[in-house]
């Protein structure tokens, strides 16, 4: 069973930066791949950006260019960088582990409580 809890959520100007962290405990951290959702007001879910424990990645292209994902194995830890924030990025920002590469958020058993973006024109 895994645990997850993030942090560093706020409120931020569009054109801003901020940083999510997301510390793991109660698994072998390096088998699963880890991955950041977001639920916007009236949205689905969508999946913003997952690394697997090789570090390899992918991101929505909503996000491409501007969000980074990072994983320390050795410190069971997974951040966001996120820069030139817009307003439509403004959601629920939630840390997601899996065992498979997840599709969508359906393929996520394991979730953190999640922390709050808001990004204001």
């Known amino acids: 069973q895994v645990q997850l809890v993030e942090s560093g959520g706020g409120s931020v100007q569009s054109g801003g930066s901020l940083r999510l962290s997301c510390v793991a405990s109660g698994g072998t951290y390096s088998d699963y791949y880890m991955g950041w959702f977001r639920q916007g007001p009236g949205k689905h879910t969508e999946r913003v950006a997952v690394t697997g424990s090789d570090g390899a990645t992918t991101y929505a292209d909503s996000v491409k260019g501007r969000f980074t994902i990072a994983r320390d194995n050795s410190k069971s830890t997974l951040v966001l960088h996120m820069s030139d924030l817009k307003v439509e990025d403004t959601a629920m920002y939630l840390c997601?582990?899996?065992?498979?590469?997840?599709?969508?958020?359906?393929?996520?058993?394991?979730w953190g409580q999640g922390t709050q973006v808001t990004v204001s024109p």
């Open positions: 997601g582990a899996a065992r498979r590469i997840p599709r969508d958020w359906r393929d996520v058993p394991y």
